[in-house]
């Protein structure tokens, strides 16, 4: 009997000492706890990245669309407005498209577009978030966010 315990002893000794296979236990956990605590916010702030980087680009590319087609009439610019929206990129749609003239910031008609210039365009776009882990942190209080841009006319 005591034969047989020794070897049981002995045999829960080489077990304690041996630990191969705690590395193959723990590895799922591990594994799961960089996916959800790392690479998923990570991948959040990613993707909406990306978002804000496309819809700037978006707006600038607006921006070079416009900067060489002023409108001739101030009086009616809704044509021209209409027309200059048509050419956006139809992800980010454009809102708020303002001519101004002059150092005021007033928008431009005939009767002060002779006195002041055509200086800068104006207008802005939506970008909305639609994170996976982040929305707490992404979307205070609302996951659409608007970016302005204006530029001066050459």
């Not at 690479?39 to 900067?67: H, K, T």
């Not at 365009?121 to 996976?132: D, E, F, G, I």
Request: net charge positive; with cysteine; charged share 15%.
């Amino acid at each position: 009997m005591s034969m047989v315990r020794a070897r049981h002893t002995g045999c829960r000794r080489s077990l304690i000492r041996d630990q191969r296979g705690a590395v193959s236990f723990e590895m799922p956990f591990v594994t799961l706890f960089l996916i959800m605590l790392l690479l998923l916010p990570l991948a959040d702030m990613a993707i909406a990245g990306f978002q804000f980087v496309s819809a700037w680009e978006s707006l600038r590319a607006f921006g070079q669309v416009i900067q060489y087609d002023a409108p001739t009439d101030l009086d009616n610019t809704t044509t021209w407005k209409s027309t200059a929206i048509g050419k956006a990129d139809s992800r980010y749609p454009i809102s708020n498209l303002q001519i101004i003239c002059g150092d005021t910031g007033a928008t431009c008609t005939s009767t002060n577009a002779l006195t002041a210039p055509i200086k800068y365009y104006s207008y802005q776009t939506s970008v909305t978030l639609a994170p996976m882990v982040l929305s707490t942190v992404l979307c205070n209080p609302s996951c659409t966010y608007t970016l302005s841009y204006s530029e001066r006319f050459q």
